[in-house]
């Protein structure tokens, strides 16, 4: 049979932030169990760790539904962030983050508060053992892991709206976009793919794809290309052979890494390792499938690839590259879990697909064996730093030159139309600040504003200097908004507009 299987990715590497361990010790590694099914692909996969001879020494914390509801608002206690800041290596399996308010997701807190920057998820396509419309996709997804919408500030502002605030800064799309460079050099990848959706967002995104662009002319053996996130995605899932590496924002990252995975067959194929500078984290990408827990069914496969990452990491390439081809033949063999048997990926003949047991037992059985379809697996030990990722992840750039021109002052009213809220705002104007326009919901409705504009009642009113300087003081801001108070404006929040280096920091309005 012929193998229509990509072949590199399955032997990539994550840039290992950390130097890799002694091969003769026992490795503490952090492991949470977690919920839903994630008890059951732990133990699936440590069944195979230890069958291989994995030199771990894995140590348990307790994370996830149980924590959150003993009152801890990130489902973590603190005592264990001791292990995982001591270990510095954490498998871990999905948990279930209760909705509604009050709750932190965990895998965002832990993310951050352990600076795991950089977010891999290699997703390959295992044609034609495992059915896929898409049996030439083989691409990393390189997902920014720290910023963006996922800062979970979020604020009701007023009756009628709330807001997300989305950051994006510099050091982390440098970090990101590096990274991913050095993750498609050190892999032998051709190309890098940046998405954004700069042509809306020009500042957030725009710095994204700036930043991309600046460091892309450090790797001129890699092709870099940058696409708007729609046609994107689009492309992703119809043509994904057209990807390598791609470099994205975190929610973009978030949507395609699952779409991609998908397409290989099942999402719960896909692995992936978070990467920071101290401390990493390896998990499946799925979640905790509440659906189909306690039944012993679920795929190991994702954790399991997650875990074969974390052995490369802590320079256990040998026993990564045995478990990873042992998995290889399972999957050559027609040994499936129900996800996949659901897709028709099963061999006929085989009556039942296999419990989560059954499928780790059956890829125990294959250790010391090599895939004869699959190009087989041989890992290396994270290779040494390149020059570039050598130097430190983020210099700090000399402040630019920063000046205050206006500021927009953000109104909650509900009774008057633009033009009337413009008279009764103007009414405050100051000889400092002058009333330029207003928006609603981006857009604006005065002066000028059309009929047709629905308008909620959140209102932006944007003041600049009225005087001939176009610089304005704090204490101008102070007196228009005492102003605005006095006059009964119901004033939510304000954002100074400011020059840097004489270019604006700030958006027009749409339609000014
Ligand atoms: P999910 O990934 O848990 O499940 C989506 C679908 O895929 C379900 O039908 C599920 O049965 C199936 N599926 C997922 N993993 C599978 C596997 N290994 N084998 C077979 N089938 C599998 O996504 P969801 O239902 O949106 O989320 C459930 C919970 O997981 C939520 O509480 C969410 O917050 C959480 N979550 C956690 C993580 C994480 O811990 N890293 C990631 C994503 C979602």
């Given at each position: 049979m012929k193998?229509?299987?990509p ?6 590497t ?11 010790t ?6 949470a ?20 001879g ?5 140590e348990?914390?307790?994370i996830?539904e ?24 954490f ?19 832990i ?9 891999v ?12 419309k898409?049996?030439?996709l ?5 997902r ?15 009756d009628?709206v ?7 800064t ?5 970090k ?6 050095e ?5 032998g990848r ?14 957030t995104?725009?710095l994204?794809h ?22 994107g ?9 057209l990807?390598?590496?791609i ?33 990493a984290m ?9 659906d189909?827990?306690g ?11 997650g875990a074969?990452?974390m ?6 390439p ?11 033949c399972?999957?050559e ?6 996800d996949?048997q659901r ?12 419990g989560?047991m ?18 087989p697996?041989?890992?290396?030990a ?8 050598a ?5 700090r ?10 500021v ?8 008057l139309s633009a ?14 600040l002058?009333?330029q326009m ?40 102070v ?5 605005l108070?006095e006059?009964g ?5 304000t954002?100074?507009?400011c ?14």
């Amino acid at each position: 049979m012929k193998n229509d299987a990509p072949k590199d990715l399955i032997t990539d590497t994550v840039n290992a932030t950390d130097a890799s361990r002694q091969a003769d010790t026992l490795v503490p590694i952090t492991v949470a169990h977690g919920d839903g099914i994630g008890p059951e692909i732990m133990a699936a996969t440590l069944k195979v760790l230890a069958a291989a001879g994995a030199r771990i020494a894995p140590e348990t914390i307790e994370i996830g539904e149980k924590l959150y509801h003993a009152g801890h608002s990130s489902g973590i206690a603190p005592e264990s962030w001791e292990s995982l800041r001591r270990t510095q290596v954490f498998l871990k399996a999905p948990i279930t983050t209760p909705s509604g308010g009050g709750y932190k997701s965990l895998n965002v807190t832990i993310r951050k508060t352990l600076g795991l920057y950089a977010n891999v998820r290699p997703c390959v396509s295992y044609a034609p053992f495992v059915t896929t419309k898409h049996p030439k996709l083989n691409l990393v997804i390189v997902r920014e892991n720290e910023e963006d919408l996922y800062g979970g500030i979020e604020h009701r502002q007023t009756d009628e709206v709330v807001q997300c605030l989305k950051l994006i800064t510099r050091p982390g799309c440098e970090k990101i976009v590096r990274y991913a460079f050095e993750y498609a050099r050190t892999n032998g990848r051709k190309k890098v793919t940046c998405m954004s959706k700069d042509n809306i967002m020009k500042l957030t995104d725009g710095l994204f794809h700036q930043v991309f662009d600046e460091i892309r002319v450090e790797y001129p053996e890699i092709a870099a290309e940058h696409m708007i996130i729609d046609i994107g995605a689009a492309r992703l899932a119809t043509r994904p052979e057209l990807f390598d590496v791609i470099v994205t924002a975190n929610l973009y990252g978030d949507i395609i890494s699952d779409i991609a995975a998908e397409m290989t067959g099942s999402v719960g194929l896909a692995g992936s390792a978070n990467i920071g500078e101290h401390v990493a984290m390896f998990e499946a990408i799925h979640g905790s499938a509440p659906d189909i827990a306690g039944q012993g069914i679920a795929n190991p496969s994702g954790l399991l690839l997650g875990a074969v990452m974390m052995l490369v990491h802590i320079g256990q390439p040998e026993v990564a590259a045995n478990i990873h081809n042992a998995w290889l033949c399972t999957l050559e063999d027609g040994v499936f879990t129900a996800d996949l048997q659901r897709t028709g990926s099963a061999k006929a003949g085989l009556p039942l697909p296999f419990g989560s047991m059954d499928f780790a037992d059956a890829i125990v059985e294959r250790l010391g064996r090599l895939p004869e379809k699959f190009k087989p697996v041989h890992y290396q030990a994270p290779t040494p730093r390149t020059e570039q990722a050598a130097r430190p992840l983020y210099v700090r750039a000399p402040a630019a030159q920063k000046a205050l021109v206006g500021v927009d002052v953000f109104v909650h009213q509900s009774a008057l139309s633009a033009d009337d809220l413009a008279v009764q705002i103007q009414a405050s104007n100051t000889a400092a600040l002058q009333l330029q326009m207003i928006t609603n919901r981006g857009v604006k409705v005065w002066p000028g504003g059309f009929p047709e504009t629905f308008c909620t009642d959140h209102w932006r009113c944007r003041f600049t200097a009225g005087t001939d300087r176009g610089e304005v003081a704090q204490r101008d801001i102070v007196h228009l908004l005492s102003a605005l108070t006095e006059a009964g404006v119901d004033v939510i929040k304000t954002e100074n507009l400011c020059t840097f280096d004489g270019v604006k920091g700030f958006a027009l309005g749409q339609g000014q």
